[in-house]
Every structure is written in structure tokens, then in C-alpha cells.
């Protein structure tokens, strides 16, 4: 079989069984240094807004050079996982964002990845892949972008042309040489709606977020005992995460609710009143959030959260 010929074969196998395993959409880069986005990357480093998110600084070439992740990777499958959810949170309570509504998306993703690679080796025959949900040195939205699933907009996020913002990102770092796909254009144009509209003003010019002051990281990610008090009266009600950039870009028009089981919201961050939030104890909250990402702040986070949203109005 000549080679351009299998590399196409294999592609179209791939994103099949992407779509059969249950990821909404697929798309294919080449495997190659990221030298432009590692010196931004290094740019945005060295000026702090990473905040306090340390392990950013750590497996820098790594991030850039997926070879260094996966000895002699070819390509980077790239994949999606729409959560935009089909219920929304009682309006009156403390807001929560919508990634956190279900199962924890790390498990959920390697799930469905680990059921990928099982059912691409049978069809394919032997290969080296790595899963990253996330959590590993990658730079999953440049990948995403890289092979031709969507644009990152000015608020830094992944956009899906007619579809919106609302997905989780998944890669296969692979050995095998699949046929890339082409990036497309960024369609913002002249739109400032997520920059206009955020809370704190994190996105501090045009796809430029200083994280550092953004409210998914002071809410989750900032292990800090207290919320700097600039950031009083800014919280706009968000006890965990903030979905506010995403909410008022124009291309969320299109988002249509997940069929996702995985992602059932868990009833109680629909119903919940702050009242209920506030008289929650410690062992309700390791129950039931225990396969939440909201178990992410620790149930010390969430109280601080929940007590500067208190002094916040």
C-alpha cells in the first residue's frame, strides 16, 4: 500500500471510531516543535499570569515538543467532547461553571480514550500513542486549532465554527503518520464581547489572559487562604469556575445541549439555594462531589469562595 494512500485510510479510520466511541468531533495535525507558541508561552510565564499555577512553569519543552512526550510522534489526534449542558442552575444561587455540572470530564475523556487507542489497534495493527486529558505538558487548544477543529478566540478558548465553546479537549499523541488537517480562519473579526464583558478584566488585550485574575483561577485554582480583596465586589456570584466570556461570544448561539449520560448534572448544582450551599458540611461535600471536578477546590476552597461571595455584595 503506498504510503499517502494508508495515511488517508488510517485517518478515516480514526475519525470514525472517534465518533463511534462517543467525541463529537476529530481533527489531525502533524507532530512538530510549537516554536511560535512556546516563545508565547515563555512570554506569558515570565510575566507572572500564571499566577500561582506553578506546575505551568514545569516540562516546558515538553509542552512544545510533543516528541518529548512520545519518542518518535508522528501525529496528534485531536478531539472534542461537547458540554454544554441541557438544564441550566437556579438562577438565585451562587453560580457554578457548566464544565462542573457532572462526572469529572479527566475521567469521563480517558475513559473514551483508552476505549480509542484499544479499538484503533485492532483496526490499524500496532502503535505507540499517548493519552492527554488536560492534565499532561500539552498545549491542547493549539492542537485543537492546529488541526482544524476550531480557532482560539480573543477569551483564549477553543471556538467550533457554528458550534460554539462548550467542549472539552482530548489528544492521541501517536507514532503513526495520519493525513493532517488544515487549520481554518479566525472568525472574531472586530467582536470584544468577551473581553468587554469580563467580570475582572483578565483578558487584558486580545487573546491575551492574565490568569492571574481571572475567576476559574481565583475560584479553583488559587489554594491561597483568602481572595485578594481587589477582586471584591468583581465575583459577579461565581462560587466555582466563571463561563462569563464564553456566555456572551456570539458563536455560544449555535451550542446545542450534549448526549453525554456521563454529564447528568448532579441535581443539587441545579437546585441548590444559597442557603443550602452555605449549611453544607464537609461530609455531604466529599459524597457529593466525589467524582466531581468541584472536589477540586476542597471543601475549605468552596467555604472561602462562598464566604467572599457573601462580602461581595
Keep these: 500500500m503506498k504510503k499517502s494512500i494508508q495515511k488517508q485510510q488510517f485517518s478515516k479510520i480514526v475519525k470514525e471510531t472517534a465518533l463511534q466511541v462517543g467525541f463529537d468531533a476529530c481533527g489531525i495535525a502533524k507532530a512538530e516543535v510549537l516554536s511560535d507558541e512556546g516563545k508565547h508561552l515563555e512570554h506569558w510565564l515570565k510575566k507572572g499570569m500564571h499566577g500561582k499555577m506553578n506546575y505551568m512553569e514545569r516540562y516546558f519543552d515538553i509542552r512544545i515538543n510533543p516528541a518529548l512526550l512520545l519518542p518518535n510522534a508522528k501525529s496528534i489526534i485531536s478531539l472534542l467532547f461537547n458540554y454544554y449542558p441541557p438544564q441550566k442552575q437556579n438562577s438565585l444561587s451562587p453560580k457554578i461553571s457548566k464544565y462542573a455540572y457532572g462526572k469529572d470530564y479527566h475521567d469521563v475523556l480517558k475513559e473514551k480514550l483508552s476505549a480509542l487507542y484499544k479499538i484503533l489497534k485492532e483496526k490499524i495493527g500496532e502503535f505507540n500513542a499517548r493519552a492527554c486529558v488536560d492534565s499532561a505538558p500539552i498545549l491542547e ?3 485543537a486549532k492546529k488541526s482544524g477543529l476550531g480557532w482560539i478566540g480573543k477569551h483564549s478558548n477553543l471556538i467550533v465554527k457554528q458550534k460554539g465553546s462548550y467542549y472539552f479537549i482530548a489528544e492521541l499523541v501517536t507514532d503513526i503518520e495520519l493525513e493532517p488537517d488544515s487549520e481554518i480562519k479566525d472568525y472574531c473579526g472586530k467582536c470584544t464581547r468577551c473581553i468587554d464583558a469580563c467580570p475582572t478584566d483578565a483578558i487584558i488585550q486580545p487573546y491575551v489572559v492574565d490568569a492571574s485574575k481571572c ?35 456570539p458563536w455560544n448561539r449555535f451550542a446545542m445541549p450534549h448526549q453525554h ?20 458540611k464537609e461530609e455531604q461535600f466529599k459524597v457529593l462531589f466525589k467524582f466531581s471536578p468541584i472536589k477540586r477546590s476542597k471543601f475549605k476552597g468552596f467555604k472561602r469562595n462562598l464566604k467572599f461571595l457573601k462580602t461581595d455584595k
Design 141 to 143: 487548544k493549539v492542537w
Design 215 to 249: 475567576i476559574s483561577y481565583l475560584t479553583i485554582e488559587l489554594k491561597d487562604e483568602l481572595i485578594p480583596e481587589e477582586f471584591k465586589g468583581k465575583m459577579d456570584n461565581w462560587l466555582f469556575g466563571c463561563d462569563v466570556c464564553m456566555d456572551v461570544c
Design 261 to 280: 449520560p456521563e454529564l447528568e448534572p448532579i441535581p443539587e448544582i441545579l437546585n441548590f439555594t444559597e442557603k443550602d450551599w452555605e449549611d453544607l
